[in-house]
């Protein structure tokens, strides 16, 4: 800096100045807490920026302000531009991040157009995987359709002081645990790549074996099964880059943003009965909007689309009833893959179809006459897809699953060939250990053992629509280093199926997240 400018500083004010900072920037450290040489390295050359910004002066970090006019007014806008992305960034990585609702799965908690304020704080935030990332993307850039991050420098997971833990029954944000292969194709990014794998994989295998009963194999017989559909059910995806795209991989951090339910703790033992769900042999309390699949069976001169129509938009609001509840109804199927037939025929024809609804919403409908009879969807009635584990067979269904105990850090587990497909992907994927089996004997990281201790706490997620929502049912155990943060507060709700102010719902706007019970 020009000498004269520095004669016009006021010396006391500047060491003030840098004395706020530099104690604001040691607390920063001391919670970030550096670990590394690299961390410290850097840590110093932060206090030095600050102290020439403010005390030294040595390095004229203003000099476009002594350009020309053009200069001075490029360069104040990309200042003020690069200002706004550093401090977003620095917000949205270690205080809070915005995020929408973008499907039923939690309704009628949290509805689809809810926009969340989601603190990182309140668990701690993570130390950034990938800390190359352009601000408010997650993975990918929008317009350009490429990678919003840059894969090099990879951190390790940490996981910084926060507030409090994963309480039971909170409601949380997290990376999809099976995100870490994806298909790129636009329609597949989304969904999951083990689960399209292994139908595929399993559908080839019953091609070539139409007589295959996976409950009369043993566990050893199994394991060579669903190995084999795997390695088919990948080799099918890899084949057809025209439909699934051509395979990718995504850090921890850059996985998909999901938001459900936490019914189960590290350590607990969950069990689902008659969809109801027990820990350690007691029943959780359900969420009080919590829904259900139901037949239905309309009234004399009533149809869907009646429902869905304007007549009945008044009601469909008043009841919570959406849209995509209604166009539930026309897709009534039951189609089971092992036995390739309609399951309970007998019932699907009593019914004009089903859909989601709550227990008031039901009642209601009984009572003003718009049906006359309802069922809940039972295991017995519809088919609804193989459940986690993905590669074992345990006669699990969606509401009747477990028992499973949920892996807590620091805490032992005997392992068989019966109960290695529900740990496998903890021991694996998550917890990057090398895990062979050779006949009935597992090898982790080349040594024979019986038993595995976990190095992290994992969690049970489902959405509060039983019934429609892709959870840890489908996919398993959420592991601590996936867990994004907790939601606070909905700034905004707005209702895809109405536009304009009719759209808005105001008695939404600013509600807490912690007050849904």
């Known amino acids: 800096m020009i000498d004269k400018e520095k004669e016009k500083l006021n010396p006391r004010k500047q060491w003030m100045k840098f004395s706020v900072v530099i104690i604001l920037y040691a607390l920063f450290i001391a919670w970030v807490g550096p670990r590394s040489i ?7 050359i932060g206090a030095l920026f600050f102290f020439d910004v403010y005390i030294t002066k040595k390095i004229h970090w203003s000099w476009w302000k002594d350009g020309s006019a053009v200069t001075r007014a490029v360069m104040s806008w990309v200042d003020a531009i690069v200002f706004a992305l550093v401090a977003v960034y620095f917000i949205n990585l270690f205080c809070f991040q915005n995020f929408v609702i973008p499907s039923s799965s939690l309704e009628k908690s949290l509805l689809t157009g ?18 190359l990332t352009m601000p408010l993307t997650q993975h990918t850039l929008p317009l350009f359709g490429c990678k919003s991050y840059i894969s090099w420098p990879h951190w390790d997971y940490r996981r910084m002081k926060g507030l409090g833990q994963v309480e039971l029954n909170d409601i949380v944000v997290f990376n999809f645990p099976d995100g870490d292969t994806i298909m790129t194709a636009d329609q597949y990014q989304a969904q999951d790549y083990y689960s399209i794998v292994y139908q595929n994989g399993t559908a080839l295998m019953a091609q070539q074996n139409p007589n295959i009963d996976l409950s009369k194999m043993n566990a050893e ?40 339910r936490c019914v189960g703790l590290p350590g607990q033992t969950l069990q ?41 938009d008044a009601l469909r609001k008043e009841l919570g009833i959406s849209e995509e509840d209604v166009q539930c109804l026309g897709q009534l199927h039951g189609y089971c893959v092992e036995s390739g037939s309609v399951l309970n025929n007998a019932v699907l ?14 009642q209601q409908l009984l009572k003003r006459h718009i049906v006359t009879a309802e069922q809940i969807v039972t295991d017995k009635d519809i088919y609804t897809g193989p459940v986690y584990p993905l590669n074992g067979y345990y006669g699990w269904t969606r509401d009747n699953y477990g028992p499973v105990w949920i892996p807590k850090r620091g805490q032992s587990i005997k392992l068989t060939l019966e109960n290695l497909p529900i740990y496998e992907r903890c021991i694996t994927a998550y917890e990057g250990n090398d895990l062979k089996v050779r006949g009935r004997n597992i090898y982790i990281n ?29 996919w ?5 280093d996936h867990i994004v943060g907790k939601p606070l507060f909905i700034w905004w709700s707005s209702d895809p199926d109405r536009h304009g102010f009719r759209g808005i719902r105001w008695s939404r706007l600013f509600k807490w997240v912690g007050n849904i019970k």
């Open 349 to 362: 024809n009593r019914y004009d179809g089903y859909m989601p609804l709550t227990k008031n919403a039901a």
């Open 446 to 474: 080349g040594k024979l053992t019986d038993h595995y201790t976990f190095k992290m706490d994992y969690y049970w997620m489902m959405g509060d629509n039983r019934h429609n929502s892709l959870d840890s049912r489908y």
């Open 114 to 131: 809810d926009y969340l304020a989601v603190s990182k704080v309140s668990y701690g935030p993570r130390i950034p995987e990938t800390p």
């Open 272 to 312: 689902i009965r008659n969809r109801i769900v027990y820990l350690d042999g007691k029943a959780n309390k359900e969420p009080d909007n919590v829904q259900y699949t139901y037949f239905i069976k309309f009234a004399n001169g009533i149809t869907a689309t009646d429902l869905i129509g304007d007549n009945y």
């Open 38 to 44: 690299v961390g410290w390295i850097l840590t110093i």
């Open 476 to 480: 398993g155990f959420v592991p601590e």
């Open 221 to 260: 017989q199994q394991r060579d099964f669903y190995a084999k559909a795997y390695a088919l059910g990948r080799q099918y995806v890899i084949n057809n880059p025209q439909t699934f795209g051509p395979l990718d991989n995504r850090p921890v951090d850059r996985e998909e943003n999901y938001v459900k």
